[in-house]
């Protein structure tokens, strides 16, 4: 029986650039919501979010190095970033992207396992645990349950 999460080198370099240009958004996303963000209530998570920023950045040098490793390339465009004069509008837009993050790295996973690429699956797990944590930070800002997240 075929592993239908069993994919090609060229497709996971496909994939690991989708999800850099992710990573390039947050980055992005996070630097200018922290020094944008308005409201005394919002002070402690434009710190939070600042934080969120250099360990996006982390995550896209380990991404790019996975791809280098598959003798890919990677790219330089990130995801286009929403903005907002709402504090809780970026704050949704940060726990979307999250959000999607998290389902596409759990996708990886098995994608790289089935691959028997066990050193990706180890990367992206550490990743997605950051990717988790900033999620429930932001959903505590919001002052929300975490989002339920399929996938």
């Known amino acids: 029986m075929k592993n239908p999460d069993k994919i090609s080198r060229e497709k996971m370099v496909k994939l690991l650039n989708e999800d850099l240009a992710r990573e390039y958004q947050a980055i992005i996303a996070y630097i200018v919501y922290s020094q944008t963000i308005k409201g005394a209530k919002f002070t402690a998570i434009a710190d939070e ?76 797990r550490k990743i997605i645990a950051q990717e988790q944590e900033h999620l429930t930070d932001l959903a505590d800002a919001l002052g929300i349950d975490n989002p339920v997240i399929t996938g």
């Open 49 to 124: 979010l600042e934080k969120h920023a250099s360990e996006e950045l982390d995550h896209a040098i380990q991404i790019t190095k996975q791809i280098d490793y598959f003798n890919g390339t990677p790219i330089t465009t990130p995801n286009a970033v929403k903005m907002s004069d709402k504090a809780e509008d970026m704050l949704r837009f940060d726990l979307e992207n999250e959000r999607v993050t998290i389902i596409a790295y759990r996708e990886r996973i098995r994608q790289a396992e089935a691959m028997g690429e066990f050193a990706l699956s180890e990367v992206l």
